[in-house]
């Protein structure tokens, strides 16, 4: 028998209170952190490309586009994030942050279309070269936008970490790996570019062939950003380790019998969990609401991040 149904929203007294907490203030912080990434990604994008173009060097050109997915990447997300951190209204009671999960999606449709891309034209390049087409020889120069085109990105890494963890959006998290990705596939336009300068025509077939190297680092970066956001649009369940620290959380509250049903998903940067325990039958509803509120306050405990707890209790 169902005695009593709790919730909670981290403290709050009520959803819409709780995603409140996303003020104008967070939304200028996060509109900040993506427009300076924006602004160098497409200056990082016009540099190696007219680089790669005059500098004669495919291989530079590659990590040109991917500078331009990745600036396409910084403005879908400004767009969306923008709203994902709206509060919270009448007609949307649970807030904007599926905005969010959105675009991650197409960021990743469009990062992994300009990989694809990408691994067509370096295919094309190294089947000219087996044909017997001598490819030109990069210019010494291209070597110095390769590297301070590394050491911008991995500026740009630890800049979206940070401000990832300090404004709890996990899509920044996200793009900074990209980021660290990007450096490590400059790495190896500066060897292949390297190798096609300073060592002949023979070795000049590493320009093509880091092109098709970057545009794989694309693809698996297209795939790593699409698989949490489409596991969050289909309420895929949390990590078992998320679900244990729910366990152990409920455990520590005195008069709970048994922990009937733990169910779990995300939305933006919450996490939601629907919680089913038992009690006992000689208690009142008022002492069953107690052990509901604490519950929820010891699950909410238990993470740095927004939760969303809904308690029903049964004997």
């Not at 819409?16 to 939304?27: C, F, I, Q, R, S």
């Not at 070597?143 to 996990?170: D, H, P, Q, V």
């Not at 060897?191 to 698996?220: H, M, N, Q, W, Y």
């Amino acid at each position: 028998m169902i005695i009593h149904q709790h919730n909670n929203e981290g403290f709050s007294g009520n959803l819409a209170n709780l995603l409140k907490t996303n003020d104008d203030k967070e939304g200028r912080s996060l509109r900040k952190v993506i427009a300076t990434g924006s602004l160098l990604n497409i200056l990082l994008c016009a540099i190696k490309v007219i680089g790669g173009w005059i500098g004669n060097s495919d291989a530079l050109i590659a990590d040109g586009f991917h500078s331009l997915g990745d600036f396409a990447t910084d403005i879908v997300m400004f767009l969306f994030v923008g709203i994902s951190i709206r509060k919270a209204t009448a007609k949307y009671s649970y807030g904007y942050g599926k905005f969010e999960t959105f675009a991650s999606l197409v960021a990743s449709a469009l990062i992994a279309a300009i990989g694809v891309t990408l691994i067509v034209e370096g295919s094309e390049r190294i089947a000219a070269f087996v044909n017997g087409a001598i490819l030109e020889r990069p210019a010494l120069w291209t070597l110095g936008i390769i590297l301070a085109a590394m050491l911008m990105k991995e500026c740009l890494y630890r800049y979206y970490t940070r401000s990832g963890k300090k404004l709890g959006s996990s899509a920044l998290c996200t793009i900074a790996l990209h980021h660290r990705a990007d450096a490590f596939a400059s790495l190896a336009t500066l060897i292949g570019v390297g190798c096609s300068i300073f060592f002949g025509e023979k070795l000049r077939i590493l320009d093509p062939i880091v092109t098709l190297v970057l545009a794989a680092f694309i693809v698996v970066s297209a795939i790593r950003l699409f698989i949490p956001a489409w596991r969050e649009l289909v309420e895929h369940s949390l990590p078992a380790s998320v679900i244990s620290q729910v366990r152990s959380a409920i455990e520590t509250v005195a008069g709970v019998k048994e922990i009937r049903t733990i169910r779990s998903r995300s939305h933006g940067r919450y996490y939601i969990f629907d919680i089913g325990i038992s009690v006992a039958g000689n208690l009142t509803v008022e002492q069953g609401a107690v052990i509901a509120g604490k519950v929820e306050e010891s699950v909410a405990r238990a993470f740095d991040r927004p939760v969303m707890v809904s308690v029903t209790i049964g004997v």
